[in-house]
């Protein structure tokens, strides 16, 4: 989507170089020369930033900029101003929906790279309402099935032993690692001549080189599951407690780690910011596993997400829990991932189960092989935490545009758990 802008400027000069400057930028945009004419185009949904001057006559800047944001949470805010300006400024970026300032006189890269962090942040926002929205009725069901050894008893799981032995065969002979090395021996004992001289076989140098990169693979496979091995057997909980900012650093981390692998399918992934006040809370946190686990997370969402797509993690406050959603749109029109409810539901965090049949090695997760949201389920747990997965409306842009996959991770505020032990 082409982010579209509201500018405000009563200068017609700075007024036409605006024009110029968003033109060049590709938006789409509409021009005021006041606040009063603002005011009546804010009326049109459609706007995703705002840029104002701060100095304008009948109602300024800071003013116009506090209604549009009654008027529209989701918009962000741009303010234009001069130097000796700058003291009125600062307060406004202090609040919610004020994303920069530019300094008169400014440059179009500057405009650009203003309007590009604002729109990036209008999303994100955009995301949150449409998230808190439309979990409201759903919400209190998932309340109740929170507690998956129960779920799993009470729920039957059809014919999981085909299941598994096929999935199995998914992961293991698709693609590099025990299918290729097997494929590369075969190649080796065929391609192999004997010399009568030295009594010795002849090897082609690229069978070899494809033997090596296979045993590798193969190695890197059998690492993986001693690893995974250990992460699922462990039975003693985390007990290390760090504040929620942790959570939040890690992610921002991760996601700038894995550049090169965003880039490979042209997706963004965008960030929410911590809600107010939760930052410093404490959970329990183990921060190598915890990184593992979301670096899982968001290798999952960028393999089983279209091309130039956008991936959402977004961080909310429920009353006693942090909550850390991923969403992503799913991967073209799959009857798998249309409603993850029911079996899909239980069946998706199992051993070597996949909802896509296509095995990419583009991407170097560590526990590629249909074992990344187990690992990911049982690091969740010895947090004290909960991880469910399911499908939402995707209506950001007030649109039908399908359903997003949304994994949820779910970590008790250990204050609370605290006070109730002691009390008891």
């Not at 506090?66 to 700058?86: C, F, R, T, W, Y």
């Amino acid at each position: 989507m082409i982010p579209h802008i509201l500018a405000i400027e009563d200068n017609r000069a700075i007024r036409a170089l605006l024009q110029s400057y968003l033109e060049n930028a590709g938006y789409t945009f509409d021009l005021a020369g006041n606040a009063e004419e603002a005011l009546e185009l804010l009326a049109d949904s459609r706007n995703h930033v705002i840029v104002t001057d701060l100095i304008l006559p009948g109602i300024h800047g800071d003013e116009l900029l506090e209604k549009a944001h009654s008027i529209n949470p989701d918009m962000m805010g741009i303010v234009i101003s001069a130097n000796q300006d700058l003291n009125r400024v600062t307060p406004l970026i202090e609040k919610s929906n004020v994303v920069d300032y530019l300094s008169k006189p400014f440059q179009e890269a500057q405009l650009k790279r203003c309007v590009d962090l604002a729109y990036s942040k209008h999303l994100v926002r955009s995301k949150e309402r449409v998230m808190n929205e439309k979990e409201q009725a759903v919400y209190q069901d998932f309340l109740d099935t929170l507690d998956w050894k129960t779920e799993l008893q009470t729920r039957r799981t059809e014919s999981i032993a085909v299941q598994l032995i096929y999935q199995l065969n998914i992961s293991f002979f698709q693609g590099q690692g025990v299918g290729g090395l097997i494929s590369a021996v075969d190649l080796l004992l065929n391609r192999a001549k004997p010399n009568a001289e030295t009594g010795k076989l002849e090897i082609q140098q690229e069978v070899v080189s494809l033997l090596q990169e296979n045993f590798d693979e193969a190695r890197t496979m059998a690492e993986a599951f001693q690893e995974a091995q250990e992460i699922i057997l462990r039975e003693k909980p985390v007990e290390e407690e760090s504040p929620c900012s942790v959570v939040w650093n890690i992610v921002k981390e991760e996601v700038a780690n894995l550049s090169d692998e965003i880039a490979i399918k042209h997706q963004r992934v965008e960030v929410s910011e911590m809600p107010g006040g939760v930052g410093d809370r404490k959970i329990l946190l183990d921060e190598p596993r915890m990184r593992l686990a979301i670096r899982e997370l968001l290798f999952n969402a960028m393999k089983y997400s279209p091309e130039s797509s956008a991936i959402y993690v977004l961080f909310f406050y429920r009353g006693a829990h942090l909550e850390v959603k991923f969403l992503n749109p799913p991967p073209g029109q799959s009857i798998a991932y249309e409603e993850l409810t029911g079996r899909n539901e239980l069946l998706v965090f199992e051993p070597f189960v996949r909802l896509s049949r296509m095995v990419d090695d583009r991407y170097p997760d560590r526990f590629r092989y249909g074992l990344g949201l187990t690992v990911v389920r049982k690091i969740v747990e010895l947090h004290g935490g909960n991880i469910f997965i399911y499908t939402i409306k995707n209506n950001v842009s007030n649109r039908d545009t399908g359903k997003d996959i949304c994994v949820t991770l779910r970590f008790p505020f250990r204050e609370r758990e605290n006070e109730e032990n002691s009390g008891s």
